[in-house]
Structures are given as C-alpha cells and as structure tokens.
C-alpha cells in the first residue's frame, strides 16, 4: 500500500512557477514509475508527466515539454514537478499517481495503469 499526499499547489500569474512536491509513504517508494496528472474543470484527466523508478527517464506531454520538469528523490519519498513559464491552460487540479514498476519501457501515460492516486493539488493561472 502507497499513501500519496500532494502539496505546493496555488494562484500564481502567467509566466511564473510553482513547484508541486509529492510525499509517499510506505518503504516500496523505489519501486514505483511515478507520474503527475491533471484535470481541469470540464475536461477529462491527462497526462502531464511520469519518472522511472530509479529517475534515469523521464517523460512530457507535449503541452509542458519544455517548461515542467519531473525529478524524485528516493531517499525522501518524494517526488517534485518543477513547473515554469505557467499559463492558464495549465489551471487544473494536479494528482500524482505511483505505478508498481521496474521497467523503463512502461505505460506512462496511461491512467488505468496506476495503482496508487493522492487527492490532488489546485493550481490557478491568473492571466
């Protein structure tokens, strides 16, 4: 069982950062691709970005390729979402997910392969 627990959202202006933070509880933390979704009011959940268990690949949507960058630290349990030059069409509630896998060739961006969701974070661009 993993607990996640998001944190570090926000109302910030277009074209500044912010940096979400992702606390995992558990000793497995190692063990898990992570990956950050997001869901604006309206709109389906996506993908945004995800992190191998060990950090060596990292992966983008192509709407934040560019100006987010995912990192973790597994000595922490955490993983961060660094995200820069914001816009609002990057408003939306952020969710980090952990996906039980050692592999670098996986699901990535695929919802249903995740096992584990924390409640989410608001982020709010203001233009």
């Known amino acids: 069982q993993v607990q996640l627990v998001e944190s570090g959202g926000g109302l910030v202006q277009a074209g500044g950062s912010l940096r979400l933070s992702c606390a995992a509880s558990g000793r497995q933390f190692r063990s898990y691709a992570m990956g950050w979704f997001r869901q604006a009011p309206g709109k389906e959940r996506e993908f945004v970005a995800s992190?191998?268990?060990?950090?060596?690949?990292?992966y983008y949507a192509t709407s934040v390729k560019g100006r987010f960058a995912i990192s973790r630290d597994n000595a922490k349990n955490t993983v961060y979402l660094q995200m820069n030059s914001l816009k609002p069409e990057d408003t939306a509630v952020y969710y980090c997910?952990?996906?039980?896998?050692?592999?670098?060739?996986?699901?990535?961006?695929?919802?249903?392969?995740?096992?584990?969701w924390g409640q989410g974070t608001q982020v709010t661009v203001s233009s």
């Open positions: 997910a952990a996906q039980g896998t050692l592999s670098t060739d996986y699901y990535y961006n695929d919802e249903r392969r995740y096992d584990y």
């Open positions: 992190i191998s268990w060990s950090g060596s690949n990292t």
